[in-house]
C-alpha cells in the first residue's frame, strides 16, 4: 500500500507563486513516475505534469508549460509542484500520484495511476 501526503496549498493572489509537496511512504518511492493533476468545481481531474522515476525528465500539461516546475528528492521521498505566475484559472484541488506500475513513457492519464493523495485546496484570486 502506497500513502501520499500533499501541503502547501493555500489562497494567493494573481501572480503569486505555490509550491507543493506530497510525501510518500508505503513502497519504494524512486521506481515509479509521479504525477500531478487537478479538479476544479464542476469540472474532470485534468493532467498538470508528471515525473519520470529519476527526475530526469519531466512532462506538463500546455497549461502549466513555462509556470510549473516539478521534481523529486527520492532520497526524502517527495515530489514537488513549483508553480509561478498563478492565474484564476488554476484554482482547483490539487492531488498527487503514483504510477501503478513501471512504464517506459510516463503516462497523463488518471486511471494509469493507482494511488492518490488527499488533495490540496488551490485558490488563485484576481
Known sequence: QVQLVESGG???????????????????????????????????????????????????????????????????????????SLEPEDTAVYYCAADRAYRSVVSTTPDDYGYWGQGTQVTVSS
Do not use: H
Open 10 to 84: 493555500g489562497l494567493v493572489q494573481a501572480g503569486g507563486s505555490l509550491r507543493l509537496s506530497c510525501a510518500a511512504s508505503g513502497r519504494t518511492f524512486s521506481s515509479y513516475a509521479m504525477g500531478w493533476f487537478r479538479q476544479a468545481p464542476g469540472k474532470e481531474r485534468e493532467f498538470v505534469g508528471a515525473v519520470n522515476w529519476s527526475g530526469g525528465r519531466q512532462y506538463y500539461a500546455d497549461s502549466g508549460k513555462g509556470r510549473f516546475t516539478i521534481s523529486r528528492d527520492n532520497a526524502k521521498n517527495t515530489v514537488y509542484l513549483q508553480m509561478n
